[in-house]
């Protein structure tokens, strides 16, 4: 065949890969192609061939990892650096794809879709491109009237037909159409079909018509070329190809085509060769052990970003602590002290010496685990947490179990019977999330249950005062509370802690139960539920499979509670008088202390970026697809 | 390897030995008289299937043929007893499977099944759930519907991924299904699909999603596989092409009602609404593309 060198658009041994390295996958291998004015090519091939990907390239919709296409001989890359020849370009190469209910702005009218590019591209007035637009929509005969429509409210088959009054509204040369029709109904495509190939053969535009459908193509296109495995392996007119190709596996594409119609081929065929993959399960126990670490070793790749992330958030606490306006320093000293005390609290604050002096000690006490010490109490920071932050976790912890196990209770109640009255009441108090800030309910609670019913003791602390501490034994007070055996500690323990565990359940449950609902909701309409109910699969496999599906979001939303519920201990902490962290910032934001603050910040952030490694390692557990180097499709 | 999964090896249940010993035609297992399905409030409702009656026979190959809005896989939900309980609203002077009332309320959420009524739909990929692996889904389903020793589960699964031509047992037990291509995903959904001994198959759009040379396969495999396990197949498509190779019978759909019933082999001649007609006439081929217009319905009949 002969091609013109200079008119046209051209690709020269290109290559498009998609990943890296082991993941990696050739989408189009070593493609020279050409489509000439006037011509129409039909680019025919099945699911995974790459002839969408090809069509994208062409329309510059994506960068090539080798060889270079040129568009009337300069080169494309070129052409898409400079605005103004891409402004020409983009006027002269138009992209139609399958999707028509995604490409349309759901907000505007048809009618602006069809204009904006007539106005922006062809550089038309407002008048003229609106002249355009009729003319457009009358030779495609769309009833006018249905340009003042939203795109929803037209039929998939009239969307179809503006989205190439589109693409022709500014006289392009070439068309690239991907699968234009395949989502159409048959007496539709064929009109949409009819109005593609005449209004090329009437504009003079170049047509490439990417489809997987062979009679469409074969109707549209003067020419084919057939794709396989990113390769064109055969081009030429369509009716040699139709009637004489020497390609095993042209015929094989045409020959499924012209049997449908005539019955089943009835000796069983045996699978296609593209369907049988070689065995990935190795052999003998060495080989069998490296591969289960390579499988497993998703986790460790989310464990290496955690070192990265803890320094960010070192930094930014650094920052956040020096960007307080005033004088921390005169404030702890008052305005008399003498420069050796100035000094003194200058340096125990860190804030001696350049900014860089002082991160550099910052970040070197913080590889060895060192916060620095309280100017308060005068005690090391990594002591004080220590102490006050398992109380706290343990607090969170229950709260969350907790709201959890009244979230999975709720959920069931409200899904499976949703026309009862409980379920209505729970969708309520669920739809109602977050409405009631928590220290409302912690006040009412405390008004309701213990000034007006005395059903719960006073909030102030953890143990009636009467009673001695149990030994320290773990940090976390209930626990070690269990460990003593004392049953009045453990009485008293379980008794302080009733109302705000009930204040932490109806402040921040509503959130998890309302993404649950919503989750649940979704999941138990999906083909993938009535599949597994019309198989027969028992009533809890199915529910199982649902709650699996839902519960990723669910996680997620659980995770940002627990890191609301750490982070925001001081609301519980003050308002039922816990020693705990909370109660500490509050210490030490009273006194200025920089220090302190600067390592709550550290340490806090630290306990919520475990919580969010937990989250994610649950959800990559609950769902594999969101392990790291996971292919979404094997195809 | 084909040869030792051969047929002597699935034992048909007692059901299915009865009903060998009927001709299969004879016998309607599912009743439909004066089916109409409507959604919307009972004073503003709209129905998407109206006044529909037909039945089919055990054994029976049916197609329904229908545009998109004309209400085939409504149709289809309703008589898998997926409409129960939601707020679609389904009438009928009968509808029976198997004499099972298919109108009867159910109040859970969750819909349920109507014994002997298996369900595949258009796209493997969302019909098969991806979080567990094919091996699990399968094992599920062979553990509820033959009784078995737990130890002799995974011999049943292996022998069903045998009956779809599935031979790599060990990599695709293993295998959720966004690791497998189409082809071996639509496999393994027919493997579960047929694995729970159906009277009747029903098929939604079964093949739109695939390349021709796929759905040729699947459709082969499925007409097997159904009439080996003695098993009625409702196929609803809009494909007529599809349905003239792979049905006995064919129900062709406008505007909620079925508007021709007639058999698959005679519907070029004996076709006589004129939306048939229509139909068969505008889906293209590849005699067709030297043709100056492709025939549309517009062209053809006015529907309606």
Known sequence: ?635 | MSDVISRGQIQPIPAIQGLLLQPAQTTPILLADGLTVSYGPPENSVAAVRDVSFTIGAGDRVAIVGESGSGKTTLALALAGFLRGTSAHVTARTLSFDGIDLRAAVGSRLPRKIPGVTMVFQDAMTSLDPLWTVGSQLGVVVRKNETLRRRDVPLRVRHWLGRVGLMDFDRIVRARPYELSGGMRQRVMLAIAIASRPRLLIADEPTSALDASVAREVMDLMTELTEEAQAALLMVSHDLHMCQGYADRILVMLQGRVVEQVAAAQIETAARHDYTRGLLRCVPTLDCFDVPLLPTLCSVAAPG
């Open chain 1, 1 to 635: 065949m002969v091609e013109s060198a200079l008119q046209g658009l051209q690709t020269h041994s290109i290559v498009k890969r998609f990943g890296h390295g082991r993941h990696s996958h050739v989408a189009v291998r070593n493609v020279t192609f050409c489509l000439v004015p006037g011509a129409r090519v039909g680019i025919v091939g099945e699911s995974g061939s790459g002839k969408s990907t090809l069509g994208r390239l062409l329309v510059g919709l994506d960068t090539l990892s080798e060889g270079r296409i040129t568009f009337d001989g300069q080169d494309l890359g070129d052409i898409l650096r400079s605005r103004a020849r891409r402004l020409d370009y983009r006027r002269a190469v138009q992209l139609v794809a399958q999707d028509t209910s995604s490409s349309f702005d759901p907000l505007r009218r048809l009618r602006h879709a069809v204009r904006v590019p007539a106005q922006q591209l062809a550089g038309l007035d407002q008048a003229a491109a609106d002249a355009r637009v009729d003319e457009v929509l009358a030779a495609l005969g769309v009833p006018e009237h249905l340009a003042d429509r939203y795109p929803y409210e037209v039929s998939g088959g009239q969307r179809q037909r503006f989205a190439l009054a589109r693409a022709l509204v500014v006289r392009p040369r070439f068309l690239v159409c991907d699968e234009v029709v395949s989502a159409l109904d048959v007496s539709v495509q064929g009109q949409v079909l009819n109005l593609l190939k005449h209004s090329c053969i009437d504009t003079g535009a170049a047509l490439a018509f990417i489809s997987h459908g062979l009679p469409a193509t074969a109707f549209v296109a003067s020419e084919l070329a057939v794709m396989v495995r990113g390769e064109i392996i055969e081009r030429g007119s369509t009716a040699d190809i139709l009637a004489r190709s020497t390609q095993a596996y042209t015929r094989h594409l045409l020959d499924a085509h012209r049997v449908s119609r005539h019955g089943r081929t009835h000796a069983m065929q045996p699978p296609a060769a593209a369907l049988v993959q070689p065995v990935l399960a190795p052999q003998g126990f060495g080989a069998r052990a490296a591969h289960l670490l390579r499988r497993q070793r998703w986790w460790l790749a989310r464990l290496a970003a955690l070192p990265g992330q803890l320094l960010v958030f070192a930094l930014l606490a650094f920052a956040l602590v020096r960007m307080i306006p005033g004088d921390p320093v005169r404030t702890i000293t008052g305005g008399q002290a003498t420069p050796d005390k100035y000094a003194a609290v200058q340096h125990s604050l860190g804030l001696d010496g350049t900014l860089p002096e002082q991160l550099g000690r910052y970040l070197g006490r913080l590889v060895h685990l060192d916060l620095g010490t309280s100017l308060l109490t005068g005690r090391t920071l990594t002591s004080e947490f220590a102490q006050r932050l398992p109380a706290t976790l343990e607090l969170a912890t229950m709260g969350l179990a907790a709201s959890l196990l009244v979230t999975f209770i709720a959920s069931a109640i409200a899904v499976m019977r949703p026309r009862s009255l409980a379920s209505v009441a729970i969708r309520s108090y669920a739809g109602a999330a977050g409405a009631i800030p928590d220290f409302a309910i912690g006040v009412l609670g405390i008004f309701l249950f213990y000034a007006t019913l005395h059903w719960v003791p006073a909030p102030l602390g953890r143990l009636a005062l009467s009673i001695q501490a149990p030994p320290r034994v773990t940090g976390l007070p209930f626990v070690d509370a269990l460990l003593s055996g004392d049953q009045a500690a453990i009485v008293s323990m379980a008794q302080h802690l009733v109302l705000p565990v009930l204040v932490m359940i109806v402040a921040h449950s509503a959130v998890v139960l309302q993404q649950l609902i919503a989750g649940l909701d979704e999941e138990l309409d999906k083909p993938a539920t009535l599949f597994r109910i019309s198989t027969g699969a028992p009533v809890s496999t199915v529910l199982l499979s649902v709650y699996r599906r839902a519960l990723p979001a669910t996680v997620t939303m659980a995770g940002t509670v627990f890191g609301y519920l750490v982070g925001g201990a001081i609301i519980i902490e003050s308002l039922f008088g816990f020693e705990g962290m909370g109660q500490y910032l509050t210490d030490a934001v009273a006194g200025a202390d920089l220090t302190a603050m600067q390592g709550f910040l550290v340490t806090i952030a630290t306990v919520s970026l475990l919580i969010f490694l937990l989250v994610d390692l649950c959800n990559m557990l609950i769902d594999p697809r969101r392990r790291p180097g996971v292919a979404k499709d094997g195809a």
